[in-house]
């Protein structure tokens, strides 16, 4: 157990819709980083928040948006979603130099 | 932009050792890192390098050359649980810790 915790595990939605993946880092770690696993791709960096402030953006959608809360939770918000927008999403948590990953949410897209 | 390559599939057999090499061209280096994953599941942290040389950690090692791009993780007297992909993945900036991955060799470890 890496102590990052995510929420749903699994989602199915339809396409044009709007979800909420939820995730809790570590306990005492600031920052959260935010990626995608598809198919076709490895591991895509998304985005990252360090203590409610983003810090570093990837190659995330404008249709995608995340936040870090003051209990350190962070959310991430994808919209008006398509098919090829189901992925494996991972959430870390971690300190230089490392990085512990949450279990995932699955989201399927229909 | 950030080029980072690993083979794609391994197989080998129990109790045997493999060897996966990544290169990798980066606008950047602060650091190389490997994780195990198995399918389905979160990656998990195998280890780290930063300066070149070997870092030993139990069955596994990792070696990194700076100058050359290049890193390989050394798994040895390999067991079943050991079939996965393993990722690799590097550091660029000094700023955030975002990671660039590779897409992962597949390791079959058979009987």
């Known amino acids: 157990d890496s102590g990052v915790t995510q929420t749903p595990k699994h989602l199915i939605t339809a396409t044009g819709q709007r979800v909420t993946l939820r995730c809790s880092p570590r306990s005492g770690d600031l920052s959260v980083y935010w990626y995608q696993q598809s198919l076709d791709q490895g591991l895509q960096f998304l985005i990252q928040?360090?203590?409610?402030?983003?810090?570093a953006k990837g190659n995330i959608l404008e249709r995608f948006s995340a936040q870090q809360f003051p209990d350190l939770h962070s959310e991430l918000n994808l919209s008006s979603l398509e098919l090829g927008d189901s992925a494996l999403y991972f959430c870390a948590s971690g300190e230089a130099p490392l990085a512990f990953f949450g279990q995932g949410t699955r989201l399927t897209v229909v | 932009g950030q080029n980072i390559d690993q083979p794609t599939e391994m197989t080998a057999t129990e109790g045997a050792i493999v060897q996966i090499n990544c290169t990798y061209q980066t606008s950047g280096f602060n650091g190389l890192f490997w994780y195990q994953q198995h399918a389905g599941e979160a990656p998990t942290f195998l280890s780290y390098n930063v300066l070149d040389g070997l870092e030993e950690k139990g069955r596994f090692s990792s070696f990194l050359s700076r100058s050359k791009g290049y890193s390989y993780l050394l798994l040895k007297e390999l067991q079943m649980k050991d079939s996965a992909s393993y990722l690799c993945a590097v550091r660029s900036s000094s700023n955030d810790y975002k990671l660039s991955f590779g897409a992962g060799t597949t390791v079959t470890v058979r009987a």
């Open positions: 928040y360090y203590n409610g402030e983003e810090r």
